[in-house]
């Protein structure tokens, strides 16, 4: 059976180290992600509350801000 150096000890636990810091780093930006996606979905889930509020107002002119022609804006004798 083969014992380890000190070396190969050394080395494994440089490489242990390596992979332990990557790992933090990718923990970070997973939660870093995370964030950025749920801020994401609560604008895009205001913006779907406005599109419907703009659909609304224009399906019932009543509901909103009348909108007028061109032509309501045109002197009486044309």
Do not use: C
Request: hydrophobic fraction near 25%; proline fraction near 6%; avoid cysteine.
């Amino acid at each position: 059976m083969a014992t380890r150096t000190p070396n190969t000890n050394t080395r494994t636990e440089h490489r242990l180290e390596a992979l332990e810091i990557k790992a933090s780093y990718a923990d970070d930006l997973l939660d870093r992600l995370n964030q950025i996606v749920y801020r994401q979905q609560q604008q895009i889930e205001q913006l779907s509350r406005e599109l419907s509020l703009l659909r609304q107002q224009t399906q019932d002119p009543s509901s909103g801000p009348s909108f007028r022609s061109l032509r309501d804006d045109l002197p009486p004798h044309y």
